[in-house]
């Protein structure tokens, strides 16, 4: 019913800017939570962003506040991921997950997930 697809990922400088896309291509017509997490190699999994069913609210980490920006286009049945001044250290796979209650930083409790982008920051 849920089928989560992240797009937009690349290779970019230090400083530059990425938007990922999350499109869920599924049956269903429930409007999920949204987040947006990252892993990267060596790592456990992360939060950066959530946004809540309508778009009305968002929270960050602390890390990617003030730099990446979480929207929705529910028409579209897709979240976007405004990615700016990234760092070398935002590289990571990152993806997205849909859960019809839970909009927190705990990636365990969010139902679906995408199969993620690779996101490569050069220094």
């Known amino acids: 019913q849920v089928q989560l697809a992240e797009s937009g990922g690349g290779l970019v400088q230090a400083g530059g800017s990425l938007r990922l896309s999350c499109t869920n291509s599924g049956r269903s017509s429930f409007t999920y939570f949204m987040g947006w997490f990252r892993q990267a190699p060596g790592k456990e999994r992360e939060f950066a962003a959530a946004i809540n069913w309508s778009g009305g609210s968002t929270r960050y980490a602390d890390s990617v506040k003030g730099r990446f920006t979480i929207s929705r286009d529910n028409a579209k049945n897709t979240v976007y991921l405004q990615m700016n001044s990234l760092k070398p250290e935002d590289t990571a796979v990152y993806y997205c997950?849909?859960?019809?209650?839970?909009?927190?930083?705990?990636?365990?409790?969010?139902?679906?997930w995408g199969q993620g982008t690779q996101v490569t920051v050069s220094s």
């Open positions: 997950g849909a859960d019809r209650t839970y909009w927190g930083t705990d990636s365990s409790q969010y139902d679906y």
